[in-house]
């Protein structure tokens, strides 16, 4: 059974950028989509975007054009989301999760504050 | 974007009483391939979100049978046969079959 840890928590600048990777393990990382789902404290779930490792294609939700990144090493098993120009708005928990959100990751708590 | 609409957005069951929950999505969630693209969550408190059905019926792995998914192209159930105290959290349908995925707006299960 795959099992997904991420990085740790971060607080970032307003204006500034972030990176949360996403480690699988216990699993073969080519055959899974790597999807991102973002909670801001409080209200309810949000899917960002996916990649399909194998392929290198990755899809993202429309609010999201221009500042989100996902990409994967398949070398180290590893997916990262980046997000830029963040905004006190994307204070959130931010998670990791396979194909149809089947296994998460722990969640990544992101917190952007000047 | 699919719209999912899911009701109520509480519930306060006594233990082993059932539970019902509805979701309902504006666009048909049944694909060529004869799947339906409707899943379902819950994020018991503090943890990250856990997958109970999917494809509109199929129980996960490791989930009770008193958990039951039901229904097709934009009208769906989950049902709880006899609620237990573990079963306190938020519940979440989210279409999978068209990008963006979009998720229901979440159910709060409390116990009595």
């Known amino acids: 059974q795959v099992q997904l840890v991420q990085s740790g928590a971060e607080v970032k600048k307003p204006g500034s950028s972030v990176r949360v990777s996403c480690k699988a393990s216990?699993?073969?990382?080519?055959?899974?989509?790597i999807q991102w789902v973002r909670q801001v404290p409080g209200l309810g779930l949000e899917w960002m975007g996916r990649?399909?490792?194998?392929?290198?294609?990755?899809d993202f939700t429309q609010r999201f054009q221009g500042r989100v990144t996902i990409t994967a090493d398949m070398s180290s098993n590893t997916a990262y989301l980046e997000l830029s120009n963040l905004q006190s708005e994307d204070t959130a928990l931010y998670y990791c999760?396979?194909?149809?959100?089947?296994?998460w990751g722990q969640g990544t708590m992101v917190t952007v504050s000047s | 974007d699919v719209v999912m609409t899911q009701s109520p957005l509480s519930l306060s069951v006594t233990p082993g009483q059932p539970a019902s929950i509805s979701c309902k999505s504006s666009?048909?969630?049944?694909?060529?391939?004869?799947?339906?693209?409707l899943f379902w969550y819950v994020q018991k408190p503090g943890q990250s979100p856990q997958l109970l059905i999917s494809?509109?019926?199929s129980r996960f792995s490791g989930v009770p049978d008193r958990f039951s998914g039901s229904g097709s192209e934009t009208s769906f159930t989950l049902k709880i046969s006899g609620v237990e105290a573990d079963d306190v959290g938020i519940y979440y349908c989210?279409?999978?079959?068209?990008?963006?995925?979009?998720f229901g707006q979440g159910t709060r299960l409390e116990i009595k």
């Open positions: 999760a396979t194909d149809y959100l089947d296994v």
């Open positions: 494809e509109g019926a």
């Open positions: 216990g699993g073969t990382f080519s055959t899974y989509t």
């Open positions: 989210m279409q999978g079959i068209q990008i963006p995925y979009t």
């Open positions: 666009q048909s969630l049944l694909h060529g391939d004869g799947k339906t693209f």
């Open positions: 990649i399909i490792p194998i392929l290198d294609v990755s």
